[in-house]
């Protein structure tokens, strides 16, 4: 399975503002070589997604701050304007999907916006109501992707996925898990369901999903969203004490962010990586990672050597 | 949940500790000049501990109610719920709580007794000082703005540690009113420390002082106030 490209023509038609504000943008989110952004192809549609996506966990549960709010669809816009599309957001995160939504409407409902969320309820039949005003707090005519979080009841909501997914109110179905937890059970799923997506924790430190998850997520053409890249800031915060290495400017790294993510989405099996942050420096520096290039397998060792023996 | 031995409080923790504080911040704009009121309340308090009036406890226990249903509802329900869910069960928590002043204080008038000369009932009295006067300078000392403190009476932290210092003052606090301020003080505590806040030990550290105050030997008072409540 060849799973790397750069994004289609349609979708760069669809993002022309954001690919034309990407071009003027380089320079300052670091990107030491034009191009297009990295595009990682979803198996089960052959359709192609940026390889850095967007989370929201605590970053924009900001409540009715409204500063905050605004601070929030700056990141957003300086997102979707470096090529981005995927933003992942969960019911469980307070109020990151209505922040999610303000800064959609703020930015005019970006067309190139792949729309990631969760169900993430213990009662099977409350689900559909969940996912409904899930839907009416991002406003979004549906879903691209929903996913059942950390595997919270997720025959009972397996079930309503795919009949929404039959009935075309929903494109892709996954499900998510974080931190190593119930990986025997995820694989069982990935074996059992015909899941389009599959969520797990993945970074340079948190590897556990290289030994089975991912080899069996390419096997069966599920997609990779990898979370907590920087397990949720102590590992960017660690790396960042040290000087970046020589060698990342061979696969164009800017910085310890864009090294990192590399890291992340130049394992075959993974599709994208979703940092979140409140800064619109840190966006700009991760969606650096999106574009440029990839780390091969032996810079992928080394980056692993290095980082482990700071 | 399954594998609950993997989850840590971190992962408990929804919002930054940047949004925490900012949310007193919206708040205390939003209800100035309330915090006068609360204060000016706060000190009604600790004159009424100091009265011998026979209506003090029902008086105080009136004050502390109001409070806590403030809190549940101005702070709890309407602010915090909207970065935490939980809340929402923590405001019902604090509304618990303003019930049981009630009939417990209010309707039962059995937080009346005089304990302030007894070294605990003196204690009690620094707690709620400490509540009213030193808790909302301690986030500014540690580097917080001045617009973010947290006040007697509008802020769950110093109107839980005032209520700790108004148990303590009565002989031996009753349980069905300490579980709630003392559930709070864990809950406040680990959020705190999750946040590695500086004052994280200040609840946490307050409830242990408490109840050791509270089961403290003490001496039979002598001059009983009628209305007093049950006493050993």
Redesign the interface.
Known sequence: MQDFSTLSRRTLIGCMTAAGAAAVLRPAIGLSRPGTAIGKRIPSSGEALPAVGLGSWITFNVGDDGEARASCAEVMRNFFEAGGRLIDSSPMYGSSQAVIGYGLARLDRPPGLFSADKVWISSGSRGPDQIERSRRLWDVPRFDLLQVHNLLSWEEHLETLFAMKAAGRLRYVGITTSEGRRHREVEQIMRSRPLDFVQVTYNVLDREVEERILPLARERGIAVIANRPFREGPLIRRVKKHPLPAWAAEIDCANWAQLLLKFIVSHPAVTCAIPATTSVAHVRENMGAAYGRLPDEAIRRRTVAHVEGL | M??WW?YTL??F????P??YY??FE?YNAAIWPGQMLAMALGLAVVVLLGARRPWRGRAVSAILAACWLWVAWGFLFT?YA????TAVYMAAAFAVEALLLVLVGVVGDRLGGRRQEHWTGRAGLGFVLFALLIQPLVGPLAGRAWSQVELFGVAPDPTVVATLGVLLTVERARWELLAIPLAWCAVSGATLWTMEAPDAWIMPAAAALALVLNRAPRSRCANRMPGSGTWE
């Open positions: 399954s594998e993997t971190s992962d923790l929804l919002f930054s940047h949004t900012r949310l919206l602010r909207t970065i935490n869910w």
